[in-house]
């Protein structure tokens, strides 16, 4: 819980994962609109195959392999349908790396950080961190579930007209969601990886040149 900390130095509240292009698109407007789209990005999409991909980089940093490692971080990454989505999960996940090996060094997760050359997806990050200290996986993404959720609401907060009350109904409402898809996410391989949230992937295009906008993505 302490690595998925709002004050976890991996900057994430720079990053809206597309919701600040929906506001300015009226997609999301109010509590309801929120939790509709909030919902979808969950069950339909990105959330859902974080939880996958978080599961095998904590499977593959248990059994120290770090080519698995290695593999998973590779598909994470071209996951990613635009730049800045693909900037937001690797700022993330490197810095992640980097403030959890100084705080709470760990050989193992030293060894594995080396095989990842280059930049390391977020969902893969806090697995290999989870594997190699030894966390449960079951814990580990249920609590990225929500950090992940809380995050969004976070932003939303900023962005949209959405007071905070309205938010922490949102998150109460998504919480027995993110617990499913955590439980659910267990046994699955990378092959069930996929999701449908087309207009936030497109979104996050238009993000890019949007006028007047204080979020990374």
Do not use: K
Not at 23 to 39: F, N, Q
Not at 51 to 78: C, E, F, K, Q, T
Not at 118 to 147: D, K, T, W
């Amino acid at each position: 819980m302490a690595w998925l900390s709002p004050t976890y130095p991996v900057g994430a509240y720079a990053y809206s994962h597309g919701l600040e292009w929906a506001v300015e698109a009226g997609d999301v407007r109010d509590e309801a609109s929120l939790l509709g789209w909030l919902t979808d990005v969950a069950e339909r999409g990105s959330l859902r195959n974080d939880l996958i991909l978080a599961n095998h980089a904590h499977r593959a940093a248990s059994a120290g392999d770090a080519p698995a490692l290695a593999a998973v971080n590779d598909l994470a990454l071209a996951l990613a349908p635009s730049r800045e989505l693909h900037l937001e999960t690797s700022q993330q996940g490197t810095s992640f790396l980097d403030a959890t090996a100084e705080a709470w060094p760990c050989p193992a997760l030293s060894d594995l950080a080396a095989a990842l050359a280059g930049p390391v997806a977020y969902p893969v990050a806090v697995g290999a961190a989870s594997g190699a200290h030894g966390v449960e996986a079951g814990a580990m993404r249920a609590a990225y579930g929500l950090a992940f959720v809380q995050n969004l609401v976070s932003a939303a907060l900023r962005a949209a007209p959405v007071g905070q009350a309205a938010g922490t109904r949102v998150i109460a409402r998504l919480t027995p969601v993110v617990a499913a898809l955590a439980e659910a996410a267990g046994p699955l391989g990378l092959e069930a990886i996929g999701s449908a949230t087309f207009r936030l992937d497109l979104g996050s295009f238009r993000h890019e040149t949007q006028y007047s906008r204080i979020f990374r993505s």
